[in-house]
């Protein structure tokens, strides 16, 4: 009987510091997904970032060029009608 006790103790201790050790590798694996979180989320910011940067350029190219475009054509018919 005593046998048999130590040996369901013995079992239970390698159990106990197999469990040990899955939750130091889920602990790492729980690290390095935040990690990787982090960084995605500086991804996402950079990207965001960027394409704001670059709509505006657009937005002020285009601005540029109608506005632009549009006085010059009223240059060129107002002197076209002044003799």
């Given at each position: 009987?005593?046998?048999?006790?130590?040996?369901?103790?013995?079992?239970?201790?390698?159990?106990?510091?197999d469990?040990?050790?899955?939750?130091?590798?889920?602990?790492?694996?729980v690290?390095?997904?935040?990690?990787?979180?982090?960084?995605?989320?500086?991804?996402?910011?950079?990207?965001?970032?960027?394409?704001?940067?670059?709509?505006?350029?657009?937005?002020?190219?285009?601005?540029?060029?109608?506005?632009?475009?549009?006085?010059?054509?009223?240059?060129?018919?107002?002197?076209?009608?002044?003799p």
């Open positions: 009987m005593v046998t048999a006790i130590a040996f369901l103790m013995v079992s239970y201790r390698e159990r106990l510091i469990s040990e050790g899955e939750v130091a590798r889920l602990d790492g694996l690290e390095r997904l935040v990690h990787s979180n982090v960084r995605y989320q500086e991804y996402a910011k950079m990207v965001e970032e960027a394409s704001t940067e670059n709509e505006r350029k657009r937005i002020i190219r285009d601005i540029h060029d109608i506005v632009g475009y549009t006085l010059t054509n009223n240059i060129t018919m107002m002197e076209a009608i002044t």
